[in-house]
């Protein structure tokens, strides 16, 4: 089965650095994504982790530990616009999603 | 990046009659897709993957009966809801990967659709 684990909500000041785990038990492994959606909208590709290590994208970062399963996405000087839900999703052919983690940003 | 389109956004139906969404790849075939259903503040299940010229296959504890799926093409995956009920009411969203870049590439989403059956 398929076990993915993400903290339900967190919150952060404008300007701040947030980071979102990821922790995983699968079956099968082929790869990490990120996901930021908003409310009411379909997801959006952020990152994919396929070896460890950091990947780095602008303000956004996503690391990847596959002996501990283990992930997680770092957001940079945070902005208001990125008060949404950030989902991991582990790649096996079709993607198993965690729950979600829904940031928000103040001012 | 690729485009995948989904229609309707929002639709609202009658208790018993059934429902087709529709999911297109734009500018790219996709041999599979997968159709999703996310409840409020939850994350998204997976329902079935749909593969072209072949049956779906469907998660367990979904209904096939219930849900048809039929991917006709490389660009066209549709998910029927037959008989529906207000307990299918839910976000439904499709997805798709480009049938030329592997088992690594991302995931384009659907813009998904509001079911409301009433």
């Known amino acids: 089965g398929q076990n993915i684990d993400q903290p339900t909500e967190m919150t952060a000041t404008e300007g701040a650095i947030v980071q979102i785990n990821c922790t995983y038990q699968?079956?099968?492994?082929?790869?990490l994504f990120w996901y930021q959606q908003h409310a009411g909208e379909a997801p959006t590709f952020l990152s994919y982790?396929?070896?460890?290590g950091l990947e780095e994208k602008g303000r956004f970062s996503s690391f990847l530990s596959r002996s501990k399963g283990y992930s997680y996405l770092l957001l940079k000087e945070l902005q208001m616009k990125d008060s949404a839900s950030y989902l991991c999703?582990?790649?096996?052919?079709?993607?198993?999603f965690g729950a979600g983690t829904t940031v928000t940003v103040r001012a | 990046g690729a485009v995948v389109s989904q229609h309707p956004s929002r639709v609202i139906c009658k208790s018993g009659t059934s429902v087709k969404i529709e999911c297109r790849s734009l500018?790219?075939?996709?041999?599979?897709m997968f159709w999703y259903r996310q409840f409020p503040k939850q994350s998204l299940m997976l329902m079935a993957t749909?593969?072209?010229?072949?049956?779906?296959?469907?998660e367990q504890g979904v209904e096939k009966d219930k849900f048809l799926i039929n991917h006709a093409s490389l660009t066209l995956s549709t998910l029927t809801v037959t008989s529906a009920h207000p307990e299918d009411s839910s976000f439904y969203i499709c997805?798709?990967?480009?049938?030329?870049?592997?088992?690594?590439?991302?995931?384009?989403f659907g813009q998904g659709t509001r079911l409301t059956v009433v």
């Open positions: 997805s798709a990967r480009d049938v030329q870049g592997g088992m690594n590439t991302e995931a384009f």
């Open positions: 699968t079956s099968g492994f082929n790869g």
């Open positions: 982790n396929v070896l460890d």
């Open positions: 999703a582990v790649n096996d052919y079709k993607l198993s």
């Open positions: 500018d790219f075939q996709a041999t599979t």
């Open positions: 749909s593969n072209e010229g072949s049956k779906a296959t469907y």
